[in-house]
């Protein structure tokens, strides 16, 4: 048969009696434009492909921890600190920008322990100095090294204000992107709330960035900076499909650090419409992994990315 998605499928049944008075079955499976007849045998191995086709394409989509919702704990013991995190049932995690000055060695001794625990680190939040001409290599090195293929720009190295700035960090990024894809790497971009600001009446950061850069690059969502921003999260998603390949679930709320608001609630306690949010995602935002992102919360670190994690498989259930 050839290879291909089955398409429009029309089976019939017949049943013959041979000499022996036993019967078998023949499947007759018509096609757009063509006519197979196969056997019991064959059927039952099409729909047995057919049935792991569709259970792999519902595969849920790994969810991570940035790191830096640990990073009092990772500061004390990296190592332990993954440890942790792996046990609490995450699958992937994103190292922060201290990772750039690691050496390929203590790269190597990272992605043992990755290897060892089966989590990965799919993407890694980096300093814009791995985006200029000469970090751009030691960022594929480190990178490549611990299995990252996402190097996303923490920060632009500064809150600025004109279109032309931002036109800079745009051709950054597209630089970047022509190299690291060659080691089979994406640039990314991740967002802050100021990104978020009008500039000289017109557009804001985030629509030149993804007006300056190829498709290619990531634009990485922190949803709880568009929350607050009053940036609709899900009506972005939407407006950039494919590139949104993996979002920062960052809940906001009205109020103040110090009464345990703003960025201190809990993932799924905050404004954001997390349901909306993952069905676009999932449905033409190109979504591959989620990293739930604490800023800090009521409760340990720990026990925080514990709770997170609780409250993302519980509604994801």
Known sequence: MAEGT???????????ANAHSSTRRVY?????EMRHQLTRRD??????ATSLASAQ????????LELFSVRGELKKDLFATVTAVAKMGYEVVEFYSPYFGWTADYAKQ?????????????????????????????AVELNSIVGSTSVVMASAGGRFETVDEWKRVAELLTQSQELFEKSGIRA???????????????????????????????LQLDVGTAVEMEIDPVAWI?????????????????????????????????KSPWREIF????????????????????????ETAQRCLNTYKQMRA
């Open 6 to 16: 089955l398409h429009y499928l029309r089976i019939h049944q017949r049943t013959y």
């Open 28 to 32: 007759h499976v018509t096609f757009p």
């Open 43 to 48: 059927f039952l191995a099409v729909a047995s």
């Open 57 to 64: 394409s519902k595969k849920p989509i790994p969810v991570g």
């Open 110 to 138: 990272v992605r043992t322990l990755l290897d060892d625990l089966g989590i990965e680190a799919r993407s890694m939040h980096s300093p814009r100095a791995a985006f200029e001409p000469e970090g751009r290599q030691k």
């Open 188 to 218: 990314g971009y991740h967002n802050h709330g100021f990104e978020w600001r009008p500039m000289e009446g017109k557009s804001h950061a985030m629509d030149i960035l993804a007006a300056g850069t190829p498709e290619s690059v990531t």
């Open 238 to 270: 939407k407006a950039h499909p494919g590139r949104i390949r993996n979002i920062h679930c960052k809940d906001w709320t009205p109020g103040s650090h110090e009464d345990g608001k703003a960025y201190r609630v809990l993932f799924g306690e905050g």
């Open 279 to 302: 069905a676009a995602a999932e449905s033409g935002g190109g979504v591959e992994f989620y990293l739930i992102e604490q800023e800090g919360s009521r409760y340990s670190e720990f």
